[in-house]
């Protein structure tokens, strides 16, 4: 569904030059839940506009579904956010208008004309299991509520893509978890393919793929070594508040020129610091990296 390859974007504001992504590797299998995580600035928001079609990237690769978002006209573009992707941010005040009902907020974007609409509507807000508060105006429902409400509407024209940009960052962690257990089931019945970008450890625990951005480039994969749904059966309700370094498998990506790109904890642990040449042995079908001697 998503392949980016040594993705670059740079914003120019004036004379000044910020370099948001560079050289970004990611490839998103259709129907999966990935998170990413990384410090504030590390190219989070960026990463999200340009896979949304908000942002034009600079240079590398792109394509979304089929589409090369580098290549792509403003025509097709235009279509591609209406079609291809849904957005959800944290602040949902963007999406949403306090003094129409959710049913009337969901039906807002939807293309479809008369009935067809209000059924479309009322399937999205049964799917987000807020069928009860339909007619409800938004400032009567809570956080929680309204986020869900935004969900709805961005799933309102059936995209394939679903992308959420700390969507659980003004709600409480209880409800955090409502909102991550809608997606996963969102995924499963829908087929749909949801990336949430969050800087909450114990919420990208609970997600079988976790992607680390540090400084605009990848820097790690992590996969749960047993999915999520599999440690509930097991464990019960409220398995897995571990963060991602506990549950998870960590790798190093590898982009197509075969370079990878080691964690950097992993290298100040052997001392690595501004050393720019790593010796590189194979033993025993390892491949070792250690200190210069
Ligand atoms: P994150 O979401 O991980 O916090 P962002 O993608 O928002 O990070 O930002 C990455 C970098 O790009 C930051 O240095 C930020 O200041 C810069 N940046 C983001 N958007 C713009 C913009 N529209 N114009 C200029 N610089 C920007
Ligand atoms: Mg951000």
Known sequence: MIRCENLVKIYKRADL??????????????????????????????LLNVLGGLDRPTAGQVTVDGKDLLQISENELVLYKRESVGFVWQNNARNLIP?????????????????????????????????????????????GEQQRVAIAIALANHPKLLLADEPTGSVDSNMANQILDLFRNLCRSLGLTIVIVTHDPLLAGKVDRVIAIRDGKTSSEMIRR??????????????????????????????????????????????????????????????VLSPPQ
């Not at 003094?99 to 609409?117: C, D, F, H, S, W």
């Not at 509930?232 to 398995?239: H, R, T, V």
């Not at 075969?258 to 290298?267: D, F, K, N």
């Open 17 to 46: 030059e910020v370099v948001a992504l560079q050289g970004l590797d990611l490839h998103v299998e259709a129907g999966e839940l990935t998170a990413i995580i990384g410090n504030s600035g590390s190219g989070k928001s960026t």
């Open 99 to 143: 003094y129409l009902t959710a049913q009337e907020n969901v039906e807002l974007p939807i293309l479809l004309k008369g009935r067809r609409k209000q059924i479309r509507a009322l399937e999205m807000l049964d799917a987000v299991g807020l069928s009860h508060r339909r007619k409800n105006r938004l400032n009567q429902l809570s956080g």
């Open 226 to 287: 047993k999915s999520y749904a599999q440690e509930l059966e097991e464990l019960g309700s409220g398995a897995g508040a571990e963060q991602p370094e506990q549950s998870h498998i960590e790798y190093a990506v590898l982009d197509r020129a075969c370079r990878l790109q080691i964690p950097s904890a992993y290298l100040d642990a052997i001392g690595m610091k501004n050393k720019n040449k790593i010796r590189v042995t194979l033993e025993e079908g390892r491949i």
